[in-house]
C-alpha cells in the first residue's frame, strides 16, 4: 500500500476558538452530508448493498480540529465530514453523520447504531472485533508549556511523568504498557490522566494538572499553528515521538458495506479529490496512497 508512517508537523490554517470552545460532544448530533434519497446516476450506486440504499449513518467525533469540529452552525466541519460528503456523491446515498464522543463512538458501532465510525487507528486488536479501513498517516507527539523542562527523547524519559491521554485512544494503552516497563525497570510509573477529549488534555496541562498531553500529530499540529498563546499559555512539543499509525474508518465486523466504501475512497484518491481536501485542512502530510481492508499496521514501535 505504500502507506507513509506520519511523524513530522505539518501547518493547518483554521479558526483558534474551534480548538477548544468547539468541542465536549459527549451527546449527540446528526445532520445529512447529501441531499435525501438516493442519486441512481452516481459512479457507484449499483454497488451499494440495498439494505443501504436509504442512507448511511456515520460517528463523528468533533474536536479534534483540523479533522472535525463543530461549526458555528452546529453542523459538523473539518477534513473528515468534507470527505464523508466527497463519499456520499460517489456512492449516491445520503450519509448522516451523528456527533458523539469518541469513547461513544466505540460503544455505538458496538451496539450497530452506526454503520461505521471515523477517526479510529489500525490496531491488531482493534481488527479482531471490527473491519478496518485505512486513509490517512498520523503518529503521535507530546505537548505542554513552553515554561516546562523538555522531558528527553526516549521513552524511558516518560517514567515518573504525569500525561494527559484520551479514554478509548491507542496512545493511551501504549502508555500504560510503557508505564509497566517504567516499573519494572525501578522506575516510576507513567500516570496517566484520561479524559473524554483532547481539548479536556489541553486544559488539564494548563491548569498545572498534568505535565504534558499526548495527541496525534495531526491536531497538534493545528493547536500548535494558531495564535502564540492558547488559553492564556505559550505551548511547545516536548519528549519523543511515538506510534506511526494508519487511521480511517471502523465498520462492525463482516460489514458488506466496507468494499464499496474503500472503492469510493481510492475513486476520490484517484481523481485528487482527496488530496485536496486533505490538503485544505494543511493535512498534505497525512495523505496516503490508497484505501485498504485490514491492512498490516505499522510496528508499535
Known amino acids: 500500500m505504500n502507506q507513509k508512517p506520519y511523524f513530522s508537523l505539518a501547518a493547518s490554517a483554521a479558526l483558534l476558538a474551534l480548538a477548544v470552545t468547539g468541542c465536549g460532544a459527549s451527546g449527540t448530533a446528526s445532520e445529512t452530508s447529501a441531499a435525501s434519497g438516493g442519486d441512481t446516476t452516481a459512479p457507484l450506486y449499483q454497488s451499494v448493498p440495498e439494505e443501504f440504499r436509504d442512507g448511511i449513518t456515520v460517528a463523528v467525533q468533533v474536536n479534534a480540529p483540523p479533522l472535525s469540529f463543530k461549526g458555528t452552525d452546529g453542523t459538523a ?41 471515523t477517526q479510529t487507528n489500525i490496531t491488531t486488536e482493534r481488527m479482531k472485533i471490527y ?17 516546562t523542562a523538555d522531558f ?6 516518560l517514567c515518573g511523568r ?3 491521554s484520551q479514554t478509548g485512544d491507542q496512545a493511551t494503552e501504549y502508555l500504560q504498557g510503557k508505564s509497566d516497563a517504567c516499573t519494572a525497570a525501578g522506575k516510576q510509573a507513567i500516570k496517566l490522566v484520561q479524559l473524554p477529549s483532547l481539548p479536556e488534555g489541553y486544559l488539564t496541562v494548563a491548569s498545572g494538572r498534568a505535565e504534558a498531553a499526548v495527541a496525534p500529530t495531526s491536531t497538534l499540529s493545528y493547536f500548535l499553528s494558531q495564535e502564540k498563546q492558547q488559553l492564556g499559555k505559550e505551548w511547545k512539543l516536548t519528549g519523543p515521538s511515538i506510534l506511526s499509525v494508519y487511521a480511517g474508518y471502523s465498520f462492525p465486523k463482516g460489514s458488506k458495506l466496507i468494499t464499496v466504501v474503500q472503492q469510493g475512497i481510492d475513486a476520490l484518491m484517484k481523481d ?6 486533505l490538503t485544505k485542512h494543511g493535512l498534505s502530510e497525512n495523505i496516503a496512497d490508497s484505501a485498504q481492508v485490514n491492512p498490516t499496521p505499522p510496528s508499535a514501535e
Open 131 to 147: 473491519d478496518q479501513l485505512s486513509q490517512f498517516n498520523d503518529g503521535y507527539n507530546f505537548i505542554t508549556l513552553k515554561s
Open 272 to 277: 485528487r479529490t482527496y488530496e485536496a481536501i
Open 77 to 117: 466541519q473539518g477534513e473528515d465530514p468534507e470527505l464523508l460528503a466527497a463519499l456520499s456523491k460517489q456512492l449516491g446515498i445520503p450519509i448522516k453523520i451523528e456527533q458523539v464522543s469518541f469513547e461513544n463512538m466505540l460503544l455505538g458501532l458496538n451496539q450497530k447504531k452506526y454503520d461505521f465510525i
Open 162 to 164: 504525569t500525561i494527559a
Open 152 to 157: 528527553g527523547s526516549t521513552i524511558d524519559d
